[in-house]
C-alpha cells in the first residue's frame, strides 16, 4: 500500500497512513492499496462493508457505482488484449472529499499512466482525479478496439486467401470474447452516465461536462463493439463459403481425373478379356502403340479441360 499527499500533481510519499484520515491543508491524498489493506482502510476512512465485501470477492464485479453518506465506491473495469483473449480487471474506487482509494487485485496499467498526467494538469482535488482515471479506462478500450478491428481484418485476409480449420475456432472464440466485452460495456455506460448527469456533492458540477464527453466516446465504443459482433457474423459466413468453395474445386478436379481414366479404363479392360483374337496381339509394337495412344487420349482431354476452364 502506497500513500500520496498530491498537491497540485506533485507526489510526496506518507510513511504513516493514519495521517491521511484528516483533509490536508491543500491537495488531496491518493491510498493506492490491495485488498490485503482493507482491513487497516476500513475503519480508518469508514468505508461501508458491503463495499469492502464486493472488493474481496474473487468473482469479477460487475460496474457500479454506490453512494454512501461520506464516500462513494465506484467499480470500472480496466481492460487488457493479448491478440487471443481480453482480460478485465476491476478497478475499486473509494472517492471521498479528501482522498481517493484504488483498491485492485492486480497492477493496472492506466494507474501508472495517470501520474505524469496528474503532474502535466496539476490536479488538486480527488474529483479530477477520477476523471483523468475514468478517461484513460475509456481510452484503452478504444485502443483495444482499434487492435480487434485489426484482428478481424487479418482474419478476413487469411480466410480468403488460405482456409484452415484453426480459423473457425478464431471465429467462435473472438466472437465470445466480444459478446462477452459487450455486456461488460453496458453497466460501465452507467456509472459514466451517473457520474455526468446527477446531482453529486463529491463531484463538481464544471467537471460533469468533462464526464460527458467520456460517456458519449463509451456509447460510440459499445457501437463499435457492436458492429464487430455482425463482422464476426459475416467472418463465419466467408468461412464457410470458403470451405463450401474448397470442397468444390477439390470435387472438380476429382471429377475431371475420373473423367479422363474412363476411356483408358475402357481401353485396358478391353485388352484384359480373354478373347482368342484381340486387334494388336500379334504385332510387334501393339503394346507401345496401345500405351501412347492411351497417353494422346489423356493429354487430349487435360488440354481440353484446361482450355474449358474446368482445371
Same mark, same amino acid.
Given at each position: ?29 491518493? @491510498?493506492? !492499496?490491495?485488498?490485503?489493506? $482493507? *482491513?487497516?482502510?476500513?475503519? /480508518? ?7 469492502? &465485501? ?93 487492435? @480487434?478491428? !485489426?484482428?478481424?481484418?487479418? $482474419? *478476413?485476409?487469411?480466410?480468403? /486467401? ?7 475456432? &478464431? ?72 470451405v463450401a468453395n474448397r470442397a468444390n474445386e477439390i470435387m472438380r478436379v476429382f471429377t475431371a481425373i475420373t473423367t479422363i481414366f474412363m476411356p483408358l479404363t475402357f481401353i485396358t ?43
Open positions: 500500500m502506497k500513500t500520496r499527499l498530491v498537491q497540485d500533481g506533485v507526489f510526496t510519499l506518507i510513511d504513516d497512513i493514519t495521517v491521511a484520515a484528516e483533509p490536508p491543508e491543500h491537495g488531496f491524498y491518493w @491510498i493506492d !492499496a490491495g485488498t490485503d489493506d $482493507l *482491513e487497516i482502510l476500513q475503519p /480508518l476512512f469508514n468505508l461501508h462493508e458491503l463495499a469492502v &465485501e464486493d472488493c474481496l470477492m474473487e468473482e469479477e464485479q460487475r460496474p457500479k457505482i454506490e453512494l454512501y453518506d461520506n464516500n462513494y465506491f465506484i467499480v470500472i473495469n480496466s481492460i487488457r488484449f493479448d491478440d487471443e483473449e481480453i482480460f478485465l480487471r476491476a478497478l475499486n474506487i473509494f472517492l471521498g472529499k479528501h482522498y481517493i482509494i484504488t483498491v485492485t487485485r492486480q497492477k493496472i496499467n492506466e494507474l501508472r499512466a495517470l501520474k505524469p498526467i496528474l503532474w502535466q494538469e496539476e490536479v488538486a482535488v480527488p474529483d479530477r482525479f477520477l476523471y483523468h482515471l475514468v478517461d484513460l479506462v475509456v481510452d484503452n478500450y478504444t485502443n483495444v478496439g482499434d487492435r @480487434i478491428e !485489426a484482428k478481424i481484418e487479418t $482474419l *478476413e485476409e487469411d480466410i480468403l /486467401l488460405h482456409t484452415k480449420k484453426s480459423h473457425l475456432n &478464431e471465429i467462435v472464440g473472438l466472437r465470445s470474447e466480444i459478446l462477452w466485452l459487450k455486456k461488460v460495456l453496458v453497466p460501465q455506460k452507467e456509472v459514466i452516465a451517473t457520474l455526468s448527469k446527477r446531482e453529486l456533492k463529491l463531484i463538481s458540477e464544471p467537471l460533469k461536462k468533462y464526464f460527458g464527453d467520456i460517456y458519449e466516446n463509451a456509447v460510440k465504443i459499445s457501437e463499435t463493439f457492436d458492429t464487430f459482433r455482425d463482422l464476426m457474423g459475416n467472418l463465419r459466413e466467408a468461412y464457410q463459403s470458403s479392360g478391353m485388352y484384359g478379356m480373354n478373347f482368342d483374337y484381340v486387334p494388336g496381339f500379334e504385332w510387334e509394337y501393339g503394346g507401345v502403340a496401345t500405351v501412347i495412344f492411351m497417353l494422346l487420349i489423356g493429354i487430349s482431354m487435360l488440354i481440353l479441360f484446361r482450355k474449358k476452364d474446368w482445371l
